[in-house]
């Protein structure tokens, strides 16, 4: 029996059933009802990994189904301390899949995680993925599973196969071992003839199968498949993400052709085409956006084991609230939230919400509570994340600016939400007394900030002394395709993706002065910025227009040679270049098809 | 001509069983022999095509007469018998010499395959 043709789906219902576990072990602590569907998920997990032959990850569902088995039956309590055990035997189970799945199939010879591998274990290569140098092809062998005494078959095979050119070693290195399992795999340089050397396998009889595979394809993890959005009764499918990557580029890269082309001086017949071409591939593009959105459930469904350890280890009594978790959002944005919202968690865990005892000399519930909800605006998604802690302290945090000389000592005993946000969300800044192992090491809150920004997102910080803080992120629904405004500046073309402006407009006659430093719009005065200035470019310019740009309270208007259109751009992000200026977000192909840069207007500001 | 095979076991169950099976394959069989010590003394005499070998014999054991007769004669194509489990006496047998292995209780079949491949 070919199992190889059930790894995907073995791949997917055990990654679907290691999240209903989770979910199910941690609501086990306040709801005993979820016995039942914490031992389903154990047991099925168990069967689904023994019929693939991965004994050790069924060995570990039996031990986690046999312990649930006690509870259902009454012969163990589900307290705290056991649950935590069960949670990290669950951890086990899933890095120990990934590690089976990654390997050749059926293979018996890997180890079960340790309890030290962290909970978040991405998939771990098997020790069994070195290849000798050299080598280009991977043969993999598996014996017939009623062949007997397997290792001297396979000995046999690897005897006939001594004398071939190209054959330079194969793992298990030696077959004495009890434990072999009945599939090798035999390393293979350029010389060898594949085909005289599979026939010479096949003749050693016993063997069930022989393929040939390149070594990255031989242990690389295969693609998770990604469920499309969930509709009730409609037909579902499982969908190999990359695949819809690559749809998407495609589509993505048929706008920018289709924008290319001319509009005018076309035969009629060809422009009547041509405008059908661009209503379809419209269409087109909606669909596959669609397809790509995801419910923000599956970033929050991390959240409250993020929490519950947080409050452990801190020692303090949290409860975490989710709302609005089916507001859907790109998969690609929403793979880039997590941990900026696991951030702001151990945040808000660590120094937002306070000790049992001060909180009852408040006169607050003993039990602090974190809210995180979602909800759909006209063309983003905001979330919130609020805490119901004791906020932060704004003398405190002036006083380590001025201390860490990020503030004059002579700065005001006041600041504004928005610059005590700015502040603490500098690099290396941190209000904690000493680092604590979850956070306060001052190096989170401005990767947070840089990541949403990065999505063409954007974030806030709200917060009252003694009552709480609220972090709020406004993120653009998808990445796919943003509106961005085209600009010139000095002589060079610019995109500004339309998040975070309000508008645009003409400088004629609102600026006063040659080199004015702010501009009237509608009686309020904004302060200008020459984006030549800002770019080095050089030169006096000409400049006609300005992009007005906003965050929180905070307007400013960028200077600019000329408004070229508007236009919709795909951002593909980049590895800035040392000494490159901190304004760019990301690169993109305008139109004609000409690379652009794209500036962050929040950077600016 | 018919290729001819020396059925080497201490037990007559086997001996004939072997035999049949390998008579019914157009085998002749022109020797037998009960001990290790035997069969090298006999594959000497007749020089036979196949020579079939069981592992655990009284008077030198299987796997030592593989070692004896491989040494005088290199070319000899020499099958194991072997009961179940006995792995590492199998592999031990390989690394003295000898072609192939089959397992007892005997397949028709799968003996006949074994012993195309001990001689192919």
Known sequence: ?605 | MARTVLICDDALFMRSMLADILKGAGFEVVGEAQTGAEAVKRYTELRPDLVTMDIVMPDMGGIDAVRAIMKEYPQARILMCSAMGQQALVIEAIQAGARDFVVKPFQPSRVLEAVQRVLG
């Open chain 1, 1 to 605: 029996m070919d199992l190889r043709r059930f790894l995907d789906l073995y791949v997917s219902e055990s990654q679907e059933h290691v999240r209903l576990l989770h979910r199910s072990l941690l609501a086990l602590e306040s709801d005993a009802t979820a016995i039942d569907e914490a031992f389903r998920a154990a047991h099925t997990l168990k069967g689904l990994s023994a019929a693939m032959g991965y004994r050790a990850v069924a060995d570990l569902g039996h031990v986690l189904e046999d312990t649930l088995a006690s509870i259902r039956g009454g012969r163990l309590k589900p307290d705290s301390a056991l649950i935590d055990v069960m949670l990290t035997q669950a951890d086990e189970l899933e890095a120990a899949i990934a590690v089976a799945v990654a390997g050749p199939l059926s293979s018996d010879n890997l180890e079960p995680a340790t309890p030290d591998s962290s909970s978040s274990a991405r998939v771990a290569m098997p020790t069994s993925s070195s290849y000798p140098p050299g080598t280009t092809n991977v043969c993999l062998v598996r014996l017939r599973p009623d062949a007997p005494i397997k290792s001297a078959r396979a000995m046999l095979i690897m005897r006939a196969l001594q004398d071939r050119p190209g054959v330079i070693g194969s793992e298990p290195a030696a077959f004495d071992d009890d434990d072999f399992s009945g599939d090798f795999r035999i390393f293979l340089t350029g010389e060898a003839d594949a085909a005289a050397i599979e026939a010479s396998i096949m003749r050693a009889g016993d063997v069930e199968s022989v393929d040939f595979v390149e070594p990255a394809r031989a242990t690389a993890p295969l693609p998770a498949p990604v469920t499309a959005a969930p509709a009730p009764a409609a037909r579902q499918m499982r969908v190999d993400a990359t695949r819809l990557d690559a749809i998407a580029d495609g589509i993505a890269e048929l706008s920018v052709l289709y924008g290319r082309m001319p509009t005018t001086g076309l035969a009629q017949n060809v422009a009547s085409m041509v405008d059908r071409l661009g209503v379809v591939l419209g269409l087109l593009q909606l669909d596959v956006l669609a397809l790509q959105m995801v419910p923000v459930r599956e970033a929050f469904e991390r959240l409250p084991r993020v929490v519950r350890d947080a409050a452990r280890q801190a020692g303090k009594d949290v409860e975490l609230v989710i709302e609005g978790d089916d507001v859907e959002l790109d998969r690609a944005i929403l793979e880039e939230i997590g941990e900026p919202l696991v951030h702001l968690l151990r945040n808000a865990v660590d120094h937002g919400i306070e000790s049992s005892e001060r909180r009852a000399a408040a006169g607050k519930p003993a039990r602090g509570r974190i809210r995180v909800s979602a909800e759909r605006e006209r063309s983003s998604v905001r979330i919130l994340l609020q805490d119901d802690g004791g906020g932060v302290n704004a003398a405190r945090v002036i006083e380590k600016a001025r201390s860490a000389g990020l503030l004059p000592h002579d700065s005001p005993d006041t600041i504004s939400a928005d610059e005590l946000f700015r502040l603490l969300s500098h690099a290396g800044f941190s209000m904690a007394a000493e680092v604590t192992a979850l956070s306060g090491r001052g190096v989170g809150m401005d990767v947070v900030v840089s990541r949403i920004r990065a999505l063409g997102g954007a974030i806030e910080m709200h917060t009252t002394p003694g009552s709480g803080t609220m972090f709020s992120m406004r993120l653009p629904i998808t990445l796919a395709l943003a509106q961005a405004l085209r600009v010139r500046i000095a002589g060079e073309d610019y995109a500004i993706p339309l998040t975070h402006v309000s508008e645009a407009v003409l400088l004629d006659g609102r600026v006063d002065g040659e080199r004015a430093d702010s501009v009237m719009l509608r009686d309020e005065k904004i302060p200008l910025v020459y984006m030549r200035h800002m770019l080095n470019a050089g030169g006096a310019g000409k400049e006609q227009a300005a992009v007005i740009a906003e965050i929180g309270d905070r307007r400013a208007a960028l200077a600019v040679d000329e408004l070229v259109g508007r236009e919709h751009i795909l951002v593909k992000g980049f590895d800035p270049v040392t000494g490159m200026l901190p304004f760019f977000s990301g690169v993109t192909l305008l139109a004609d098809g000409r690379p652009a840069l794209v500036l962050d207007p929040l950077s600016v500001i």
